[in-house]
């Protein structure tokens, strides 16, 4: 089945210590996007990818970076993990291959998300 | 002021209710209507989008979207147990140089007991 695979589920890592979270998609979906979701909160855009082309959220820390090597893998690197950066998130694709057809709206597919404990 | 104004719950019904749930908006901008469902520990998966401002069913769900109030419901009739999980909005704007935005609301969580 097409999907969107992320990895780990469960990452601890330690204050300051860099993480590195993957998100990697089947569907072969040309824009990727990373929420982060803390407890209780909605999920929040903190970047995504056209393509190869790179969009920062104004709001979002310098302290997150991401790359996307090709179409089907996306990574979020956390440089220095501070104990607020701890929360769930989710990686999400979306294809713009279908603007225009009427039955289309882009509908973004969310991974299982990857839930990031900082100690 | 956020963006989306969602009640966070919980919410507890009996099995078999009819439940509302609604959320407030305040972008114009926003143009696709969604909600997602989430169970614990997983991403949000897409129940129902609409477009313009009216009702749209599936199955035993209904998404209704007043434009001119800016405000969204789900409605869930002959509630399960197995829909017992947290209930996201979400509104989406297009980014100009392609993609899309979603900006959700904070999500409520729905319990439905036997």
């Known amino acids: 089945d097409a999907m969107v695979i992320q990895n780990p589920r469960y990452q601890v890592t330690q204050f300051g210590k860099p993480v590195t979270l993957s998100c990697s998609q089947t569907?072969?979906?040309?824009?990727m996007y990373w929420y982060q979701q803390k407890s209780s909160q909605a999920p929040k855009l903190l970047f995504h990818?056209?393509?190869?082309?790179?969009?920062n959220e104004a709001d979002t820390p310098d302290n997150f970076q991401s790359r996307r090597p090709n179409t089907s893998f996306c990574f979020l690197d956390i440089r220095s993990p501070g104990l607020g950066d701890a929360a769930m998130y989710l990686c999400?694709?979306?294809?713009?291959?279908?603007?225009?057809?009427?039955?289309?709206?882009?509908?973004?597919?969310f991974g299982p998300g990857t839930r990031l404990t900082v100690l | 002021q956020k963006e989306v104004e969602q009640d966070p719950g919980p919410l507890s019904v009996p099995e078999g209710a009819i439940v509302s749930l609604n959320c407030t908006y305040s972008?114009?901008?926003?143009?696709?209507f969604m909600w997602y469902r989430q169970y614990s520990r997983k991403g949000p998966e897409l129940l129902m989008y609409?477009?313009?401002?009216g009702n749209k069913e599936d199955g035993r769900f209904t998404a209704q979207v007043d434009k001119s109030s800016k405000y969204i419901s789900l409605f869930i009739r002959d509630s399960q147990p197995s829909d017992s999980a947290t209930y996201l909005c979400?509104?989406?704007?297009?980014?100009?140089?392609?993609?899309?935005?979603?900006?959700f609301g904070t999500g409520t969580q729905l319990k439905v007991e036997l």
């Open positions: 999400a694709t979306s294809s713009e291959r279908l603007a225009g057809v009427p039955s289309s709206y882009n509908e973004q597919f």
């Open positions: 609409t477009y313009s401002s």
């Open positions: 972008n114009s901008a926003f143009q696709y």
């Open positions: 990818y056209y393509d190869k082309d790179f969009n």
């Open positions: 979400a509104m989406r704007e297009r980014f100009t140089g392609g993609g899309n935005k979603l900006t």
């Open positions: 569907l072969n979906h040309n824009v």
